[in-house]
């Protein structure tokens, strides 16, 4: 079959999947796709549009630099198929999103975990150094000694844990 043959109007849906459109052909096309509301035809309207813009893209490029009216025509036709691309790029960038949001707070609430285990460790073994050293009769000043060493704190900071300790505040 010729394709130059073909009479334009009746044969628009063949001659589009040609690489040999003209100008007024591909704006006529582009109108009557536009047209097309019915679910079923829009989506064949859809995949011949689709072909004839890949087989005639630089149709295509001069008419969307010549003026707005290929742009305007494409997105209207497309609009329904961009929307669905963007609201499925936001869902993904959404469930990206809160995955690394939930990764960070389960880390926050691990580290918390950990150090809260941490002091809990340290305080069980300041009260049994507090407990033995006294046991063998330690001084409150040779026990705040060993505890600044083992805990790597001031003797300040020692003394204080034995106060806390001798007060009741230290309970485990």
């Known amino acids: 079959m010729v394709y130059r043959e073909l009479d334009a109007e009746s044969h628009m849906w063949l001659k589009a999947l040609s690489g040999h459109m003209k100008k007024q052909e591909m ?11 019915e679910q ?8 011949v549009l689709e ?4 087989a005639n ?24 198929e961009i929307k669905k691309i963007v609201e499925i790029q936001v869902e993904e960038r959404v469930k990206r999103a ?19 285990v941490e002091e809990i460790t ?3 073994r300041i009260v049994q150094l ?3 050293a006294r046991r063998y009769g330690a ?14 704190c001031s003797e300040e900071a020692a003394e204080e844990k034995i106060k806390e300790y001798d007060e009741g505040l230290i309970i485990v």
């Open 40 to 47: 079923g035809k829009r989506e064949f309207a859809d995949s």
């Open 98 to 116: 809160e995955k690394q949001v939930q990764e960070r707070v389960e880390k926050q609430v691990q580290e918390r975990v950990e150090k809260q």
């Open 130 to 132: 507090i407990v033995t």
């Open 57 to 80: 893209i630089e149709l295509v490029e001069l008419l969307r630099k010549e003026d707005g009216i290929m742009s305007e025509a494409l997105m209207e036709i497309f609009a329904p």
């Open 139 to 152: 001084s409150n000043k040779q026990i705040a000694d060993d505890i600044s060493v083992q805990f790597a």
């Open 122 to 124: 340290d305080k069980k």
């Open 27 to 37: 704006l006529d096309f582009l109108e009557k796709v536009s047209e097309i509301t």
């Open 51 to 54: 072909v004839s813009v890949r």
